[in-house]
């Protein structure tokens, strides 16, 4: 009294399924995904830091002492990050079973309820991507600066990218590990 | 058990170089930010350590190796890793350290964590055996 797997499944969130990526690396694919998650976070952090740090070290040329330094990296490019942090963070401290919408929990508004909260997250760090797009363009690319200075924009575009697939990869990882350990203990 | 001793020899000897290196970059220099890399692949086992005692205990099966705590300890881990790697390129971007101190603590970094790995593998079936 199984339905095989392939055809359909009824703990399935998407309509289609996320494809299997590296099933052969078996039962190390949860450890892995979230190693590569932990290293995207901190490649997102250092790449902002790197902005910012080259910002604080920032000088003028050497041949003109007088001409300023444009534009420097503020409070309002840290507000991206910070909504992708807290994206991420509400994400993952949903409990992935309510989510599927599993039929053994008793309250039946849980599952509408993880699944707002779901929301919200994911709409936090598409804020914080979106906010970082927009500060690329407004603050940077719009005003006309050099090349070096269009860095800081890129900067933040890339810590908000690397922090949503950080997410994502996170997601993926433990969420699939459990569908495996499920399938075994049936 | 008789290749454990070349192996500790040759772990060590590895060990000495790559903080040789992490040392000759800050000291030819005289800028000794570059220690930090030491300090943060010293601290980068530490996470999984702590937090592998969190996961199993003897009911659960051994397939289970996710549990909340195990999975914020390798998160930290890979937190680590990546920041002592990116540290020198960090500090060697905005013209702090030369290129040659961030290239040296690279490498120096990169021989210290791969000894604490290798130490890790090679003598894991010792303590296993007890069990």
Same mark, same amino acid.
């Given at each position: 009294m199984s339905l095989p797997r392939s055809d359909y499944d009824p703990r399935r969130v998407c309509l289609n399924p996320f494809p299997g990526l590296n099933i052969s690396l078996g039962k190390h694919r949860r *450890?892995? +995904?979230? =190693?590569i998650a932990g290293g995207l976070f901190a490649l997102a952090t250092w790449t902002f830091l790197d902005a910012a740090i080259l910002s604080a070290h920032a000088h003028p040329p050497y041949n003109e002492p007088d001409y300023p330094v444009p534009v420097h990296v503020g409070f309002v490019d840290w507000v991206p990050g910070i909504n992708s942090l807290l994206g991420m963070l509400v994400i993952n401290l949903i409990d992935k079973d309510r989510v599927r919408g599993d039929e053994g929990f008793g309250d039946s508004r849980a599952v @509408?309820? %993880?699944?707002?909260?779901l929301f919200v997250g994911f709409a936090l760090m598409a804020g914080g991507l979106a906010g970082s797009v927009a500060l690329l363009v407004l603050k940077y690319v719009l005003q006309g600066y050099q090349e070096q200075y269009l860095y800081y924009g890129y900067a933040n575009v890339a810590q908000n990218v690397s922090l949503m697939l950080s997410a994502v990869v996170l997601w993926i990882a433990q969420s699939s590990s459990s569908e495996y350990e499920y399938s075994l203990a049936i | 058990m008789a290749a +454990?001793?070349?192996?500790?020899?040759?772990?060590s000897f590895v060990l000495a170089v790559g903080f040789l290196m992490i040392i000759l970059s800050c000291a030819l220099w #005289?800028? @000794?930010l570059p220690l930090l890399v030491a300090l943060t692949f010293v601290v980068a086992p530490l996470p999984n350590a702590l937090f592998s005692h969190c996961g199993a205990d003897d009911f659960s099966t051994d397939l289970g190796e996710g549990s909340g705590p195990v999975d914020l300890g390798r998160f930290i881990t890979a937190i680590i890793v990546v920041t002592g790697f990116s540290l020198p390129l960090v500090l060697a971007h905005s013209e702090i350290i030369r290129p040659g101190a961030c290239v040296m #603590?690279?490498?120096? +970094? &990169?021989?210290?964590? &791969? *000894?604490?790995? #290798? =130490? *890790? %593998?090679?003598?894991k079936q010792d303590d296993s055996e007890y069990d």
């Open positions: *450890t892995l +995904g979230v =190693y @509408w309820r %993880a699944r707002l909260f | +454990g001793l070349k192996t500790v020899i040759l772990l #005289s800028n @000794w #603590s690279i490498v120096g +970094g &990169g021989l210290v964590y &791969g *000894t604490i790995l #290798s =130490y *890790t %593998a090679a003598f």
